[in-house]
């Protein structure tokens, strides 16, 4: 009898909320207002199925139909808070790593930001105002790059790899590129130069070793078939010792007494000399172009500090080439990305770009600039931090890193904030401050998190703090 009864009051299936009456609810009213009723329906089916599971593995027994109507509810504003925060969101890079492919790479300068809004309506992309007529796209960013770089012509793509695939498949489809074993490199992500050469049709033929290739390797490896030599900075690793490779310069005079093409890869590329800044393994653009290189890609959202993109420089004929090809329409980028290059390279134009550029800037903040504003932040945390024992606040030494494959073996050295939490985990800590919104994302080291505020901008300094308070509380 007595059993009988409790399996009466048995919380059970048929007491789940139905679809219909979740949507009643303040939560569904709000999702749906925000992500369409349809969306909304999808989440509350889910939450509902999520319940049924609770209620047959024993999870939800003791409750009643309104609880498990506010446990729905409850579920579903979860589901709307991570919904609310998912998509492209913004957040503080307190890695030190400035140009992070993770974190979206180089951040805009404002007047980049500005010439994307300007550009966000109606523009001239291919129109020209003096004549009325149709216009050429591109035209300004492509100019000015080519001035930059010492190159007769320039075309913009949607990035490096782009432009790589551009160049080699215009150039070399069906025919062969010579390139050496020591600059075979993945370069992050899926892009394995190989991969690329096989995409665009050319053969590949692999001379010297690892470490080290001659001239002459190049030179026994020409044939009647082959149509240019290939340089690939290798970017992300640098092999160092007993090494040798031959410069741009006898690469070019070799191709050409050949009647062949010289491309390199750059990569990151730089614009400006970078070796005051311990940066002095980096190609500059420039300097390819004047040693004779016939074509040179690289990236605009590494050293150059801009948007996602890829520039591909050098001889106008050669750049004509390319850009006949049916695949450039394929890879041509939006007025968006001209609009931002365009004030990104005016910066480097006028001299200011370690002024206007945040990737340079924050590769060129000194060491003494990085502690005072590190040591300052600090003794604020310790500060707001007073009242909490377990909380330890330290300024150590460290190193940021550059990123994005370019310059692997520099690192800008300087002060660190070193957090600790004396019972909750490194991990811990650093998961807190993910979870702080905006999200503030640290490295973690020897079981503390270090904070690094080079690539933090000092308008972002507040948030920091705030985070790591938070994430002690
Ligand atoms: C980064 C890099 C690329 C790819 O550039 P994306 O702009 O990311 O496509 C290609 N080649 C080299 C040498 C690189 O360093």
């Known amino acids: 009898m007595k059993s009988a009864e409790s399996e009466e009051n048995q919380i059970g299936l048929r007491d789940l909320p139905s679809v219909d009456t979740v949507m009643k609810t303040g939560t569904a009213e709000i999702y749906a207002a925000e992500f369409g009723r349809e969306r909304a329906a999808r989440r509350v089916r889910s939450v509902i199925e999520a319940l049924r599971g609770g209620l047959s593995d024993g999870a939800l027994s003791g409750t009643d139909r309104e609880a498990l109507l506010r446990n729905a509810e409850d579920r579903l504003a979860a589901a709307l808070n991570s919904e609310r925060n998912s998509g492209v969101r913004r957040v503080v890079n307190a890695t030190g790593v400035i140009i992070h492919t993770n974190l979206g790479r180089a951040p805009l300068s404002a007047e980049a930001l500005e010439a994307i809004s300007d550009a966000s309506g109606y523009c001239d992309l291919e129109y020209d105002l003096e004549t009325g007529k149709r216009g050429r796209r591109g035209r300004r960013a492509e100019e000015l790059a080519a001035e930059l770089t010492g190159a007769e012509e320039a075309l913009v793509v949607n990035n490096c790899a782009a432009a790589a695939v551009l160049v080699l498949t215009s150039l070399c489809e069906g025919g062969e590129a010579v390139i050496s074993r020591g600059e075979l490199v993945e370069i992050g992500g899926d892009?394995?130069?190989?991969?690329?050469?096989?995409?665009?049709?050319?053969?590949?033929?692999?001379?010297?070793?690892?470490?080290?290739?001659?001239?002459?390797?190049?030179?026994?490896?020409?044939?009647?078939?082959?149509?240019?030599?290939?340089?690939?900075?290798?970017?992300?690793?640098?092999?160092?010792?007993?090494?040798?490779?031959?410069?741009?310069?006898?690469?070019?005079?070799?191709?050409?007494?050949?009647?062949?093409?010289?491309?390199?890869?750059?990569?990151?590329?730089?614009?400006?000399?970078?070796?005051?800044?311990?940066?002095?393994?980096?190609?500059?653009?420039?300097?390819?172009?004047?040693?004779?290189?016939?074509?040179?890609?690289?990236?605009?959202?590494?050293?150059?500090?801009?948007?996602?993109?890829?520039?591909?420089?050098?001889?106008?004929?050669?750049?004509?080439?390319i850009r006949r090809h049916p695949l450039y329409r394929a890879f041509r980028p939006s007025k968006i990305v001209y609009a931002a290059l365009e004030a990104t390279l005016v910066s480097f134009l006028r001299g200011s770009m370690f002024e206007d550029v945040p990737a340079l800037k924050m590769l060129a903040l000194t060491e003494e600039e990085l502690a005072k504003r590190t040591n300052d932040v600090a003794d604020e945390l310790r500060e707001r931090l007073g009242g909490i024992s377990e909380a330890e606040v330290e300024v150590i030494e460290g190193s940021s890193v550059v990123g994005g494959g370019s310059a692997p073996a520099s690192h800008p050295s300087g002060k660190v904030i070193s957090v600790r939490h004396a019972s909750a985990s490194a991990n811990e800590m650093e998961k807190r401050l993910r979870g702080f919104d905006p999200p503030v994302i640290a490295r973690i080291e020897n079981d503390a998190v270090l904070i690094d505020l080079r690539t933090v901008d000092v308008s972002e300094l507040e948030i920091v703090k705030s985070a790591v308070c938070e994430a002690f509380r």
């Open 191 to 321: 892009f394995r130069v190989p991969d690329v050469m096989e995409r665009s049709g050319a053969k590949l033929v692999e001379v010297g070793t690892t470490n080290r290739t001659k001239i002459e390797d190049y030179e026994k490896a020409i044939t009647d078939g082959t149509r240019l030599l290939l340089k690939v900075h290798p970017s992300n690793y640098r092999i160092i010792g007993f090494t040798s490779a031959p410069s741009i310069g006898d690469l070019a005079e070799l191709a050409h007494s050949r009647g062949l093409l010289l491309y390199e890869d750059a990569g990151s590329g730089a614009l400006v000399d970078l070796s005051g800044l311990g940066l002095d393994d980096e190609p500059l653009i420039r300097e390819s172009i004047a040693a004779g290189a016939d074509v040179v890609t690289f990236s605009g959202d590494k050293l150059l500090g801009s948007v996602q993109s890829g520039f591909i420089v050098g001889r106008a004929e050669v750049l004509a080439k």
